[in-house]
């Protein structure tokens, strides 16, 4: 048998890859270390967007379940005092209100067929007694003939002394006890008297 050499055995042989147990070179660490926090945050962030996306898909509101606002329509001058008084304490005491501006609510009983130049207003659940006579101031605007049956908002000037406010409408046409213009055809309309209470209204909203 051929002898063996030692000295074969002496020098190392590179026969694969570095060994595990010898520590990699600085430039090297860092790169690995650079890129596994990379992966870290790019997991986290994703994480936080999704979950961000389904907390928004939580509180967003369906278009669906959204009230729509009521529609209205304006005649005259807009309404810009900020509250209002219950028709009904007006009726009760004019002289209280009389010459001052007012604005109350309530539905609209009657209208003028002709132009629109005057409505009875009443309050809900107090009939007669909490209504209102209202005429447009001057003639300046009108509303629709049709709007019997509407809720209305109006912002008027209480008439101090009714028997005195100037007749409006077509006075051709008097009936049996004298009556004409509006006074004749908002009682034959309503089929009483007219309200008590008169308004000369500035501005009036119409829902």
Avoid at 14 to 36: K, M
Avoid at 78 to 89: Q, R, T
Avoid at 111 to 118: A, I, K, N
Avoid at 151 to 175: I, L, Y
Wanted: charged content about 20%; glycine content about 10%.
């Amino acid at each position: 048998m051929r002898p063996v050499n030692p000295g074969l055995f002496a020098t190392p042989v590179n026969v694969g890859p570095r060994s595990l147990a010898t520590p990699l070179p600085a430039h090297s660490l860092a790169f690995v270390l650079l890129l596994a926090g990379a992966l870290t945050l790019g997991e986290t962030g994703c994480s936080r967007i999704e979950a961000g996306e389904a907390r928004a898909d939580s509180e967003r509101t369906p278009a669906a379940s959204a009230t729509p606002p009521a529609s209205k329509a304006v005649y005259g001058t807009p309404i810009a005092a900020p509250g209002s008084v219950a028709l009904a304490d007006v009726a009760k005491d004019p002289s209280k209100f009389a010459g001052k501006e007012v604005v109350v609510s309530g539905k609209v009983s009657a209208v003028c067929e002709h132009r629109g130049c005057w409505m009875e207003l009443s309050q809900a659940g107090e009939g007669a007694a909490a209504a209102a006579h209202i005429k447009m101031a001057g003639h300046a605007f009108f509303v629709p003939r049709d709007a019997a049956g509407k809720q209305a908002r109006v912002q008027a000037k209480v008439v101090a002394d009714p028997s005195a406010a100037a007749a409006c409408g077509d006075p051709s046409e008097p009936t049996k006890d004298g009556k004409s213009g509006c006074t004749a055809e908002a009682e034959k309309a309503l089929g009483r008297p007219l309200a008590k209470l008169q308004l000369e209204a500035s501005g009036v909203e119409l829902f």
